[in-house]
């Protein structure tokens, strides 16, 4: 078993002892990320957060070591770690250099973050104000203080650039934020100067309201200025100058526009600007700085007019400075330059002559009657400065009151940035000032702090703290404090002097633990106080204040032919910061420490009403230099800003509270009891919570509605591990999500699918059904049709007819006879009888059109001879069917056969046909092989080379032959031929081709004698001879008993 140890090192790095494979444990959350193994990147971002020192005082060993506390901001100021906490509040030293962390990046990486998982920085405490501002709803304010030169003032420009980079933006809001952020430059010209503390020196308090809308944009704004260092615009001490915008003026203004005010480029001419001696600053750049406040005047909203009206009252201002006075004899004043005279008549709208008396006398009403009474020199000069203070100090709040102007937009959500400068018009209005925001760092820390810890009843040990508030009082405590004192003897008649002051007060506050003058001094503190001085025991230390210039100061009176003056004025800046009524007005003005004290109690009374948010500056030295850090100054600083005390509460109490439900619904996770939900009571909840994660009895205490945690490590460990956890359970619900969102979308598809099939199922019932209503139609409208075939053409039997047509014409064209001699027909219904005749011509008009139209002369030769053929013997002669398929040729007899001799013979004459045929003797009947050789002219029979007879076919008087199949035929000749012999009995093997050439070749077509039964022929000498056909089953030819010769044909062809 390993021990879970954690050590805290003087540096505040939190060392893990190694585990068991040398990897590291974190100590508390080990327990709920030791199954996650990521363990890795917890530790890095834990060791990254104490790299340097420690970023929380919280969190170091000694904590009552001043030494310690000051070793550890040099530690981290050495490493340009600027940003300490102690707790909540931030610790901040001014590194007077630029570093890289303001960039947007920056401001990215503390957005929506809790501050204590992420480096100390400005951004950290405004991002947590502005998120408790929308998550709580309560109203937040930052109080940022320091001395002058800590970085109070660029500590609230980071808080405002952050909230306008930041903060959601819509229509408008654009334009508050360009005004916030401009009405910066305006009011430091105004109001800042070099001190030698700083070369950028707030010259007056600010306190600054951002509105946000509901959704969190910035949308309004409010600023209150406090207070404002009059006296820098009549004198500076040496080394520092008046308020900027001076001398931007006179850098930057264009030549134009110091010729209307009547100012000259040169600083050094004006006596309110070189009281300093310091006219001229390197490491500022008025030219610029004009340029950039120009622009931010018309951001802002300024017109041209008003511009210009603002101009001619700070030019008077240095024109009234270099008013110059000559004293008579009677030591009455009288002024010596008139030409500034004339540019104040000019500038501020005056009477000239009206000015010029005011400034050298003074009005007094003795007994109801007003009165002239003549200054002396020194007067006058006063009553000019007093003059040049009131019109620059109301201007400086007429400006305030217009950049507010610009910014209103009424919305009830406050978020405050107060900077309270350090420095005012008087060194005790500061302490005062510093005092009562320690009263309320008291209040709203300290004090309720305890109070909180009572009502939880949670046991502890009270830590003593100093409570200022005897201080406070010492100050402002009506007829006894301070300023009531001050203001006495202000008001009171007589002869009334600071030093007649400081005997009122050793009067009044002589005893007072915190209060003491030179008089009522010890020996050993009177050796450190001047006469005119009293002490006050502040609660950051003592502090000397000198009486010279109180009673003045805190007069701060103009007198009043002055004020009635400006009265007059034109200008219409002018005429509203010196109101007529108060002229009429007998009530004598508030005075300066009045005025003061009313003011920081509202504002006291403001920020009560917020939750507060603290940044301590601190100076690290006083040469302005980067890098250097001046111990004796910081510890100073330390100790007035109370930083320890501060500390010592934090470290005696507990660090961090949570409402037991807000720490459980965000710690649940970690604890498998509480997760996913705590039934029981939300303090047992709480306390397994916590003994899982291995929170130790000293870490923690359980109050009665909320857990608190003394060290802030504690909390840090727990967060680390829900870190860890949180992507154990985003990765789970993910997983989750990813996989419902699957299902969904299977579920989506297999929805669909079933969906399209049953559509397309649907559509395709729809469609059979519709094909079967169709098909039942069409059945309905053939049988109809074919019970009305018969009648003549009708709705009811319209549709089989046509049908009936339309099926026969298709069918026709796939069944057209492809040759002439294919004479298949499809039958035609009754109605297409007619048509089917004219097709079936037409098409076989085409088709013998076609056939003709390929036929060759040879082959046409051959039809010719057919045709003669089929028509001398079709239907006539048995075998004459058979001899159509056969071919006509010219010859039957091969060339060997026909006897050279016989060509000879010929001559001339050109053969034309040749076949061997059988003779038969007219007498007896004896049959012999001849040939029959036609020619032109004549037929020749023929044996070799012998023409036996020579029938020329002008005497051939016809041809016979039988009806039966046999090749027997008869030529019959002229009988008066006396070279003939007689008619001639042949028989052919191709009698239908022969018979045809003969025929052809004689041109006697008509002339052939189809008999039947018998043929007769004639014997020379009148006799005749008789052939008898008859039909049998096989060719006889034979003579018959009855001396005819007898054919016997068998029958080929049924008739
Ligand atoms: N965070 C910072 N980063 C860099 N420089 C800084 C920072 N803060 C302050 N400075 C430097 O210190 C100078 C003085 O700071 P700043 O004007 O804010 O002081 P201040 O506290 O407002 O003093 P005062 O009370 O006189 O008005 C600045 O002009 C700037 O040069
Ligand atoms: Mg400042």
Redesign the pocket.
Same mark, same amino acid.
């Given at each position: 078993m390993m021990e879970l140890k954690i050590q805290l090192i003087p540096t505040g790095e939190i060392i893990l002892p190694p585990g068991k494979n040398g990897e590291s444990y974190c100590h508390n959350c080990a327990k709920a990320v030791v199954n996650d193994g990521v363990r890795a990147m917890m530790e890095s971002a834990l060791t990254a957060r104490d790299r340097v020192g420690v970023q929380d005082f919280v969190l170091l060993e000694n904590h009552t070591s001043e030494v310690a506390f000051i070793e550890n901001l040099r530690k981290r100021f050495k490493e340009n770690l600027?940003y300490t906490y102690i707790g909540s509040v931030l610790v901040s030293v001014?590194?007077?250099?630029?570093?890289e962390i303001y960039t947007k990046q920056h401001m990215e990486r503390y957005r929506g973050v809790n501050f204590y998982e992420v480096s100390p920085h400005i951004y950290a405490i405004s991002d947590n104000a502005y998120r408790s501002m929308r998550t709580e709803r309560r109203d937040q304010c930052i109080l940022i203080s #320091?001395e002058?030169? $800590? #970085?109070?003032?660029? $500590?609230s420009k980071k808080v405002l650039q952050y909230y306008a980079v930041t903060c959601p933006a819509s229509g408008h809001v654009e334009t508050v934020k360009d005004r916030l952020l401009q009405s910066n430059p305006v009011l430091e010209a105004f109001g800042n100067a070099k001190?030698l503390?700083?070369?950028?020196?707030?010259r007056f308090g600010k306190y600054m309201d951002i509105q946000f809308d509901f959704k969190g944009a910035p949308v309004g704004g409010h600023i209150i200025n406090y207070l404002l260092e009059k006296s820098r615009v009549v004198h500076q001490s040496h080394g520092e100058r008046n308020f900027h915008i001076f001398y931007q003026l006179i850098e930057g203004g264009e030549e134009d526009l110091l010729r209307r005010l009547g100012l000259e480029r040169t600083p050094q001419q004006y006596q309110y600007l070189v009281k300093g001696q310091c006219p001229k600053v390197s490491s500022i750049n008025d030219r610029n700085e004009w340029k950039v406040v120009r622009k931010a005047l018309t951001v802002i909203g300024f017109s041209d007019d008003e511009v210009e009206e603002l101009l001619n009252i700070i030019a008077s201002v240095l024109h009234l400075g270099n008013v110059q006075f000559g004293g008579e004899d009677g030591g009455n004043a009288y002024i010596t330059t008139d030409t500034q005279i004339k540019y104040l008549a000019r500038l501020l709208n005056v009477d000239g002559s009206v000015l010029r008396e005011a400034l050298t006398h003074k009005k007094i009403i003795a007994k109801g009657e007003e009165l002239m009474s003549p200054l002396n020199q020194e007067q006058a000069g006063a009553a000019r400065d007093a003059l040049s203070k009131a019109v620059y100090g109301r201007t400086f709040t007429w400006l305030v009151n217009k950049i507010n102007a610009s910014l209103a937009f009424k919305v009830s959500l406050y978020y405050h940035i107060s900077n309270m400068?350090?420095?005012f018009e008087l060194q005790f209005c500061i302490n005062y000032c510093n005092e009562k925001l320690q009263q309320l760092f008291i209040e709203l820390t300290l004090k309720s702090e305890q109070e909180e810890y009572e009502a939880e009843g949670i046991t502890w040990e009270p830590v003593q703290y100093f409570n200022n508030k005897i201080i406070c009082d010492l100050v402002e405590e009506k007829f006894k404090g301070i300023i009531s004192i001050l203001d006495e003897e202000c008001l009171r008649p007589g002869d009334a002097s600071d030093l007649t002051f400081l005997e009122k007060l050793e009067k009044t506050l002589g005893g007072h633990a915190h209060f003491v003058t030179h008089k009522l001094a010890d020996g050993k503190t009177r050796k450190m106080m001047g006469r005119e001085d009293f002490r006050m025991i502040h609660y950051a230390g003592e502090v000397n204040y000198n009486v010279n210039g109180f009673l003045d100061k805190n007069n701060d009176l103009l007198f009043r032919n002055l004020k009635e003056v400006m009265c007059l004025s034109e200008n219409k800046i002018l005429t509203q910061c010196f109101d007529r009524e108060e002229l009429t007005d007998k009530k004598r003005p508030e005075t300066a420490a009045t005025q003061f004290k009313n003011s920081l109690a509202k504002l006291m009374e403001i920020l009560m009403s917020k939750e507060p948010s603290y940044v301590r500056?601190i100076k690290p030295n006083d040469a302005k230099q980067a890098g250097r850090f001046d111990e004796v100054l910081i510890r100073h600083q330390v100790k007035y800003l109370g930083l320890m005390e501060n500390l010592r509460v934090r470290r005696a109490g507990f660090a961090y509270r949570r409402r037991y439900e807000i720490f459980l619904q965000r710690y649940k996770s970690l604890c498998p009891d509480t997760w996913p939900s705590w039934d029981g009571r939300l303090v047992d909840g709480v306390s397994t919570l916590v003994k899982h994660l291995g929170y130790k009895p000293e870490e923690y205490k359980l109050g009665r509605s909320k857990i608190f945690i003394r060290f802030p490590k504690t909390l840090f460990a727990t967060e680390d591990a829900l870190e860890t956890r949180k992507h154990t359970l985003a990765t789970k619900l993910q997983a989750c999500w990813k996989g419902c969102r699957q299902k969904a979308k299977y579920r989506k598809m297999k929805h669909s699918a079933i969906l399209v099939q049953a559509w397309w199922r649907g559509i395709l019932a729809r469609r059979q059904a519709q094909r079967r209503r169709q098909s039942a139609d069409v059945i309905r409208r053939f049988i109809k049709g074919f019970i009305y075939r018969h009648q003549p053409r009708c709705p009811e039997n319209e549709y089989f007819l046509d049908y009936v047509r339309f099926s026969f014409l298709m069918n026709l064209i796939r069944n057209l006879p492809k040759t002439v001699l294919d004479k298949s027909w499809p039958t035609p219904p009754p109605a297409l009888v007619e048509a089917s005749e004219h097709l079936q011509r037409l098409c076989m008009q085409n088709m013998v059109w076609k056939y003709c139209k390929n036929i060759n002369s040879e082959w046409k030769h051959q039809l010719e001879q057919k045709m003669v053929a089929s028509e001398i013997f079709k239907d006539k002669k048995d075998n004459y069917p058979q001899s159509v398929s056969k071919l006509f040729v010219s010859t039957r007899l091969n060339w060997e056969d026909i006897n050279p001799k016989l060509l000879q013979s010929l001559g001339s004459e050109k053969m034309k046909y040749a076949v061997p045929v059988t003779k038969y003797d007219r007498k007896g009947y004896k049959s012999r092989s001849r040939q029959l050789v036609l020619t032109g002219d004549s037929a020749f029979i023929v044996e070799d080379a012998k023409l036996k007879q020579r029938i020329d076919y002008s005497s051939l008087k016809g041809i016979s032959v039988s009806s039966l199949s046999d090749g027997m035929f008869v030529l019959h000749v002229t009988s008066d031929d006396n070279k003939q012999k007689g008619d001639v009995v042949l028989q052919s093997d191709h009698v239908i081709e022969t018979l045809t050439k003969v025929v052809i070749c004689a041109d006697k077509i008509n002339s052939v004698n189809i008999n039947p039964g018998s043929i007769k022929f004639s014997i020379n000498n009148g006799k005749e001879g008789i052939i008898d056909f008859t039909a049998g089953s096989e060719l006889l030819i034979a003579k018959a008993k009855n001396g005819h010769l007898s054919v016997t044909a068998p029958r080929l062809n049924s008739r």
């Open positions: 600027i001014n590194p007077y250099k630029d570093l #320091g002058s030169g $800590a #970085g109070k003032t660029e $500590a001190t503390r700083n070369d950028n020196s707030s400068a350090g420095s500056c």
